[in-house]
């Protein structure tokens, strides 16, 4: 629900209990980017609206909220249980914000079928699972919020651990579960 909902504010004031964090880089993967920011803050909890009164609003504001699973079978998510690691970590230090969009086409295909690209075909939690506890992860739904990005994906991990989440993202990027991405916006960070 929205009460664990994420809200990514570029270039806004920061409310109280928002984490910010200064941006690297924002790199548009597929389709349209976002426009340049120094800084994003990062609020759970309730959803900040864009703009203070007499001050300049943000440049942008993404919003999506944690939602049951759908693809996650009993005996992967213990699997996961055993070795994600919680978000906020002292040494994870750098971060990663992925917005996502799927097509039409991705949405029209049969559960059966999108879980089968998902896993059976993609192996996105067997990959990802080489890749914990480096990296903390969370991820949260826009779609059904009427927002521009199905997908809000955030992880967390150490400065030496960086190489590692590339190389994770590039052998995802090669699967056939992208094919049907139609925006992805990469969005690397640090805390401040
Ligand atoms: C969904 C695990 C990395 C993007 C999921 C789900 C799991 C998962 C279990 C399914 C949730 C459900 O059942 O609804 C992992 C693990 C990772 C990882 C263990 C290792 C760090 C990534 C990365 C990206 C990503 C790096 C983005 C570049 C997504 C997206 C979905 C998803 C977009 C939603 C898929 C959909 O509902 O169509 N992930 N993931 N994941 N993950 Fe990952």
Redesign the pocket.
Known sequence: GLDSSVGAIGDDAVGANARRWSVDRIVPVVGAGLAAVSYISVSEGACREAGVPGTVGPAWVLRGATS?????ESV?QAM?DAV?PALGRPEAGRA?L?P?T?STA?WELPQDA?RAI?EETSH??AV??E??PA?A?Q?CHGRDLGEPF??L?W?EFAPSDESR?DQ??AR??TSR?WEYVER?IEIRLTRE
């Open positions: 049951y699973k759908r693809y996650t992967e996961l994600q990663a992925l996502i799927t991705w999108r998902f996105h939690i990802g699972l890749y914990l990296v992860r991820l199905d997908f994906t992880f989440f994770l993202l995802l990027r579960e992805e």
